[in-house]
């Protein structure tokens, strides 16, 4: 069967509510379940938790809102990698792509789906291997995005539904019915000093990468219906409920388990809704955050291959990978090529490895493309186009916002030399990689026009 050039296209079949959903899907994994724990490990009071989380909360605003104009700019299937691609250089899109594929993306699938495993099966007590399950589950949700964007969707809206409500339930739950702590009435939980500050700081960083996942959303860009005002209002709706719902889950934490009590908590979803409702709160808590991995997990099967799509239509990668099914619309090639290597990784346990690597790189990337703003603007500044999405605050709040990526950089080289050094050496195998496929572009552009 011979395609038409509207059956390689990608179809546009999401709307505003599948738009919020990504973005909040990919957000919400099992960060709020757990990495509250670590905030309080680092500052003491109740005041200092949550100004960390709403400090990291702005953070993730300002990020929606820079996305938000960036996707106004440029609806481009492949989202951040389109930024990079137009503002800078195809070079640094690929490199961006590279490091997507081969770490950032598929390390972290394969490290939530065997979290997702290891639940499930203390939930069931079936006698499985947690990287088997974990390889089934991504195999699962690698057939379901290859049936097309509104399949992956649809169960993508379905799972994120099911965080909300696992979230809202530990709420009112630990609000109704646990008894509650008296707290200290101070601010700070030592003088104030450079010890104070770094040790905030050191807080902020669990914090960020919790709020962290939004720009997923915009890979997806070329499949939502009028991008240009979905995919904007869709960021900051979903970043905006992230937020809301990230708070309301710490205000319930410090005021049933106290600030020692949530410090000292492996798991403090589990150890509120055990006071609230005994075992059997703690084993519906369980399932949620179960839910909760597996819905990122999906949203990330859903949005991450149309980077790889991009890539390979601009003739920076396998050619197949750029297929689109005719029936399903969807990047099948694509889509398979993210689940056999987050697959592989899972079942190779080497992701806690790579994971090491994945946070220097990732905000290097967050700073680059807050950059693009800048480069935009100036190539719009004469053409009177109205009607995008602004930054408020631009360029201060831009500028906070690349300064403060620029400092998480700082701090992981210092903390983490050797990891980031081993990222680094990933990012740099990517030239090399993308002055190959440029020169097989260029022979076979030669080679089709003899």
Not at 86 to 93: C, L
Not at 281 to 292: F, K, L, P, Q
Not at 318 to 333: E, L, N, S, W, Y
Request: aromatic share 10%.
């Amino acid at each position: 069967m011979v395609q038409t050039e509207n059956d390689t296209q990608l179809a546009r079949r999401l709307g505003l509510f599948d738009a919020t959903m990504i973005v909040m899907g990919g957000i919400i994994g099992s960060g709020i379940f757990m990495n509250p724990s670590v905030v309080a490990l680092q500052v003491r009071t109740p005041f200092l938790i949550l100004a960390a989380w709403i400090l990291g909360g702005l953070f993730a605003l300002a990020a929606a809102f820079i996305w938000a104009e960036l996707a106004a700019v440029r609806p481009d299937v492949g989202g951040q990698y389109a930024y990079l691609r137009e503002a800078f250089h195809p070079a640094v899109a690929f490199v961006y792509g590279w490091v997507l594929l081969l770490v950032v993306q598929t390390g972290g699938m394969a490290a939530v789906a065997v979290t997702f495993a290891r639940y499930f099966v203390e939930l069931t007590y079936i006698p499985i291997a947690y990287p088997t399950l974990a390889a089934i589950v991504l195999a699962a949700l690698t057939v379901i995005n290859c049936l097309g964007v509104r399949a992956g969707s649809t169960v993508q809206s379905i799972l994120m539904v099911l965080k909300i409500v696992a979230i809202a339930a530990l709420v009112i739950c630990g609000f109704l019915f646990a008894n509650r702590i008296r707290m200290t009435s101070e601010l700070l939980d030592r003088p104030p000093s450079l010890d104070l500050l770094t040790a905030f700081g050191a807080a902020l960083v669990p914090v960020i990468f919790a709020y962290g996942g939004w720009q997923t959303a915009t890979f997806v860009a070329g499949e939502i219906k009028e991008p240009r005002k979905n995919l904007p209002r869709g960021l900051i709706m979903g970043v905006t409920g992230v937020v809301l719902l990230y708070l309301a889950a710490n205000v319930v934490y410090i005021s049933v388990l106290g600030p020692a009590g949530l410090a000292q908590s492996a798991a403090p979803a589990s150890d509120v809704m055990r006071r609230a409702l005994g075992d059997a709160g703690a084993r519906a808590i369980a399932a949620g955050i179960a839910i909760s991995t597996v819905g990122f997990l999906s949203q990330s099967m859903l949005t991450a291959p149309r980077v790889y799509f991009a890539m390979a239509q601009d003739g920076l990668f396998f050619q197949q990978v750029g297929m689109v099914h005719p029936r399903t619309r969807a990047p099948i090639v694509a889509i398979a090529l993210q689940g056999v290597l987050a697959i592989v990784i899972a079942l190779l346990g080497s992701y806690e490895r790579i994971l090491s690597y994945v946070v220097s790189m990732d905000v290097i990337f967050f700073g680059l493309t807050a950059c693009c703003i800048f480069v935009f603007r100036r190539r719009l500044a004469d053409s009177g186009e109205t009607g995008i999405t602004r930054v408020p605050g631009h360029p201060v709040t831009t500028l906070v916002f690349i300064a403060v990526c620029a400092l998480v950089v700082i701090n992981t080289v210092i903390r983490y030399p050797e990891n980031t050094l081993i990222g680094i050496a990933i990012m740099i195998a990517g030239v090399p990689a993308y002055l190959f496929w440029r020169w097989r572009n260029a022979n076979d552009s030669r080679a089709r026009g003899r």
